[in-house]
């Protein structure tokens, strides 16, 4: 197997920090981020794992500039991210899709926005549809398709912009377990002719270690990045990487810092609940 090829830094993140305010009648803040500092490096597939409310989705927001941070830097290709780019493309969970428009317009749309002539737009969806394996759905309805097929039709979409960073927040949290695993399969063989730099938000171990170069793991609220593992099962990768004894391994040592990090945002919010 061939190791990826490190390229120069593509996201740099220097002390960033966010804290919201309630909505509710109390007005209290909220420490969500504290002093993140990463670098991400072009055609690196980072996983991002942290137990709940530690800010994984804040953070992944913010790289695409739909929040702004209180405090600290994000650049990617050396520009300040001061809002949304076409440069940094996001997949939900959600599909986040048209319902009226069929899969080629749905793909094609930010294409659209962008003033493509239709012509070029529709060539460049429907390369990208067969490329996710939807070759003939172009015109497709969301609702005549499955959930597996919507999430490869988001896909698509975000691809089509042609993006230097593909921002992806547990776009496969919604599926059965059978499609989620077919989804992963893939999302890997579709990165291998892609190489896009990838961000992606995770609540499953295996699809954490399954997916990723580095896997950065969070503490809980406030979230820091606090360790970050190299999986190097190495390129190109199949399922045949969970019979890897690394594997097993990685597994083991992501689970034991989740569980930390549970149990020290228990015992905090039992303090807290203390004090009030």
Request: a neutral charge; charged letters at 30%; one cysteine or more.
């Amino acid at each position: 197997m061939r190791s990826i090829e490190r390229g120069t830094s593509v996201i740099e993140i220097t002390g960033l920090s966010k804290t919201f305010v309630k909505s509710d009648k109390s007005k209290k803040t909220v420490e969500v981020l504290r002093d993140i500092n990463v670098n991400i490096r072009e055609n690196e597939f980072i996983t991002i794992v942290g137990p709940s409310g530690c800010g994984k989705t804040t953070l992944l927001r913010m790289i695409a500039g739909l929040i702004k941070p209180d405090a600290g830097t994000i650049e990617v290709g050396g520009r300040p991210v001061e809002g949304p780019s076409p440069e940094r493309a996001m997949v939900f969970q959600t599909f986040a899709l048209m319902p009226w428009a069929s899969a080629l317009r749905n793909v094609a749309f930010g294409l659209e926005l962008r003033g493509t002539p239709k012509k070029e737009r529709e060539e460049i969806a429907r390369t990208l549809l067969e490329k996710v394996g939807l070759k003939g759905f172009e015109n497709s309805l969301p609702s005549e398709l499955s959930g597996g097929m919507r999430q490869r039709v988001g896909l698509a979409r975000a691809l089509a912009v042609n993006p230097t960073v593909l921002l992806m927040d547990e776009p496969f949290g919604g599926l059965d377990e059978q499609t989620k695993r077919l989804m992963q399969e893939e999302l890997l063989r579709i990165w291998e002719l892609e190489r896009k730099t990838v961000v992606f938000v995770t609540h499953s171990l295996d699809e954490a270690i399954l997916l990723a170069d580095r896997c950065f793991l969070m503490s809980a609220r406030p979230g820091e990045i606090n360790k970050i593992l190299d999986i190097d099962l190495g390129r190109p990768r199949t399922r045949d990487a969970e019979l890897n004894p690394k594997y097993a391994a990685f597994k083991k040592e992501l689970w034991e810092h989740l569980r930390q990090a549970q149990v020290e945002d228990e015992t905090l919010a039992r303090k807290v609940n203390v004090t009030e």
